[in-house]
């Protein structure tokens, strides 16, 4: 199908139907309310993402970012693996 839009601009339609953008919603993110770790030894946080549009993932304890920034297309199950130190608490 070839036409002009209202604005005077001439278009060209290759399907049969119109396709149009659909704004996606918010990315949903779910982890543990609480995660207990004991000292010196390994502790794993797990959380999920369902997003339809690509996001990164920085994982903080007490405001300092833990390990680097990590890019994901879609929606993915995350796992941050930390040795902490014989001092910190969590």
């Not at 209202?6 to 953008?21: D, E, L, N, V």
């Not at 770790?37 to 304890?61: H, I, M, Q």
Request: proline share 7%; aromatic share 12%.
């Amino acid at each position: 199908m070839i036409g002009v839009d209202g604005h005077g601009y001439k278009f060209q339609r290759i399907t049969q139907t119109a396709i149009s953008a659909i704004r996606p919603r918010p990315p949903i993110v779910t982890m543990a309310p609480l995660i207990r770790g004991y000292y010196d030894n390994a502790v794993t946080l797990t959380c999920g993402v369902d997003s339809l549009v690509p996001f990164e993932l920085r994982w903080f304890k007490d405001q300092t970012p833990l390990g680097n920034t990590m890019y994901y297309r879609l929606m993915q199950k995350v796992v941050f693996l930390n040795k902490m130190s014989f001092s910190e608490k969590i």
